[in-house]
């Protein structure tokens, strides 16, 4: 019984693949491959430098096409699904590339086919990985989408012959044609609302973006940090941190209560809530790096703290290969409660009390500060008092330098004959 249903589990997950626009970005990255197969083939001479600069040129265009998109994504603060796009604009370079094949021009033709197929490599294994779901899909369908391109580079290999250009040309203009006529009725489609590709089959990630705060959870993190930043110059550390660690905790238990696989948008709230305490408590590990190392190994223990850091975000990643969501939500909980209630009384007890630097310097090395006597006034104890064999009616003040005054008084009878003897002794 259990193998009927992992073949029917892998069936409805091929058949969530064969939507149009899915299997449009599939072909057009077949067709990349393809370009890139007649490279492969036709362009290892090096002759002279100007037909094999094209190679620089096309990655060029791809930086400056993720630099901005990436600005773009952050002006609007959501995934603008601008994918097809820029296909559009790659198949285009393309087919400009095969009509400079079909004239021998093949120097002009390398520069606009490595454009075209830079472009189409990039906007279609982003588009791949944003259609996935959260199901843990996402590899097995960047598999596939790797295989077509590398089946593509090989079919093109095997079919373009180097010494026979305009033949390669017809066969990458009928590509290239079809699939700009595929890529318009997607988008006419998509206009008359028979097929919607502008969204994620995540239904948690769709909402993000809908609310403007997709961006991964971070927008709402460092609105955390700042808010942390502000109770922190009224309330000490150790209270900011139990007062949020208890509340991190309460949200966690609410979250488990409430999800569901069918409705997860109902955690929303939840989430978002997380992520800012998560960013109110965060300062307390980098204050207690900064506060409880030594000075010569401070950068060593921010460096420690930097790779444990990555090393959570990275293996976090690996919540997506998990086949039952709700089994990596509870390890990923009972983890996460397990360290704040273990972190809260570690900080009530042991947080410094933050100081000038050279006591912390103190602190890290034992030293402490003696009391200080309590001020004396009399004269006996002070040094501020000078005797001299002088009447009283002539003595005065002395004032060496700002602040130290020197008051004289006169020499009793009886001190006098004391520094006699001791003259004569």
Known sequence: MRLPSMVDNVWKRFMAMLSLPDLLVLVCLWASGFSLGYYAKSA????????????????????????????????????????????FYGLLCSLMGSCFMLTRQLAVSY?????????????????VSLRCDASGSRPARIALANSLYAGGMATGFVIFNEMEPQRSGLIALGINLLLLCLVCLNELLHHTGC???KESRDLVFNLLNEEKMLYIPFVLYSAG?????????????????????????????ALLCIYSDEQSEHCFLFLCLIYITMGVLSSQ???????????????????????????????????????DTWIALIIVSVITQALTALAIPVVQWLQPHSASLVDVRNRLLGIRRQSLPPEQTQFWHTNHFLAHNKPANQLESVQLGRSRVFQQYPISGSDTAENHKGHKF
């Open 44 to 87: 290892y001479v090096y002759d002279n430098l100007w037909p094999h600069w094209y190679a620089l040129v096309g990655g060029l265009v791809a930086l400056a096409l993720t630099l901005g998109w990436t600005l773009r994504k952050h002006k609007k603060q959501q995934y603008s699904y601008d994918h097809y796009y820029i296909i």
């Open 111 to 127: 520069y606009f086919s490595f454009v075209g197929l830079s472009v189409q490599y990039l906007a279609g294994f982003s588009y």
């Open 195 to 197: 097929i919607n590709y």
């Open 225 to 253: 940090t700042s808010f942390g930043a502000l109770l922190l110059m009224r309330y000490t550390p150790k209270l900011v941190y139990l007062l949020f660690g208890l509340i991190q905790i309460t949200l966690i238990v």
């Open 285 to 323: 590990g980098i204050h207690w790096l900064l506060e409880c190392s030594p000075f010569l190994h401070t950068e060593l223990a921010l460096a420690a703290g930097f790779v444990l850091q990555l090393c959570a975000m990275e293996g976090s990643k690996y919540e997506s290969y998990a086949t």
